[in-house]
């Protein structure tokens, strides 16, 4: 005879429960949470020139600003895409964002310059990993 026996501690499956609906109650620490990912998402942007789709700079431009640094030239659109300023909560949605006349013009390209997106949307594995941090937060805790 082959006997298989399930034991469920109802007592810890509750206590998680109880904490699961605790930390779903207040979007606050979880918008915290994917703000900073937004944060840490459009630094990297600009470390990596758009994560490899912004074009580079012209040798010229390159020679008149004394650097290769792709949408940086006195450090504020990058200063305001990559602060807590700029992070906008509404409801159970957070947003990260710039004056659109700024950067509107970089997303469009303008006299002669490529379109350059400063906020290019995230691939499919950063956005899976976005939810992982938030399921894990909601499930476990984490932070």
């Known amino acids: 005879m082959v006997k298989l026996e399930v034991f469920v501690d109802a007592v810890s499956a509750a206590r998680r429960l109880d904490g699961m609906v ?3 109650s207040d ?3 979880l918008l915290q949470i994917l703000g900073d990912e937004l944060l840490e998402y459009a630094a990297g942007a600009f470390a990596t020139r758009g994560y490899g789709q912004w074009a580079t700079l012209d040798p010229a431009t390159v020679r008149a600003k004394g650097n ?4 940086v030239d006195n450090g504020g659109l ?3 895409l990559t602060s807590r300023g700029s992070l906008r909560r509404s409801g159970e949605t957070v947003t990260l964002s710039t004056d659109e006349t700024s950067a509107g013009y970089l997303k469009r390209g303008a006299r002669g310059m490529p379109q350059r997106n400063p906020t290019p949307p995230p691939p499919s594995p950063v956005v899976n990993g976005w939810a992982r941090e938030a399921l894990g937060f909601l499930v476990e805790g984490r932070r």
């Open 22 to 24: 605790r930390r779903s």
């Open 27 to 29: 979007a606050t620490p």
């Open 68 to 71: 290769g640094r792709v949408l």
């Open 78 to 80: 990058l200063a305001d």
